[in-house]
């Protein structure tokens, strides 16, 4: 069965803000200049970022792997000048637990290869290195 599609609203507020909206209520405010919330940029990033991390965490728990904890900072590379798009991220996973780096790459090869829905939503030409450090806990 497919999935829904995906339905925001998003309402002007003043300078470039927008609050938006998603099915399920209030969503992040979005702002080109950074100031009032996140900016559209920021927002792919954390998307990116928060896709990848879920897929992560549902293999790994599939596996019962005894994961405790993740942190997950990105990076967003941008062209210089107008439109300053992302031309390629840089995540990187600090995970904690016992959990084998084996599992730990082929988690994060199947969210890249199969389901990270946003990744397969961005440009072909879009650069991705993913990287991560594991600690015992």
């Given at each position: ?44 990033a954390l998307a990116l970022g928060s896709c990848m991390g879920v ?83």
């Open positions: 069965m497919p999935k829904p599609p995906v339905e925001v609203s998003l309402e002007w507020t003043r300078d470039l803000v927008f609050e938006t909206r998603t099915r399920r209520g209030a969503g992040p405010v979005l702002d080109g200049d950074s100031l009032a919330g996140t900016s559209p940029v920021e927002a792919l897929d992560l965490v549902m293999i790994l728990a599939k596996g019962r792997h005894d994961l405790r904890a993740v942190l997950l900072s990105v990076t967003g590379h941008r062209a210089e000048g107008p439109p300053s798009s992302v031309t390629g991220f840089a995540l990187h996973y600090q995970i904690t637990g016992a959990v084998p780096d084996a599992a730990i790459q082929r988690a994060i090869d199947l969210s890249r290869e199969t389901y990270c829905s946003v990744w397969h939503s961005l440009r072909r030409d879009t650069a991705l290195e993913v990287t991560f450090s594991r600690v015992d806990g």
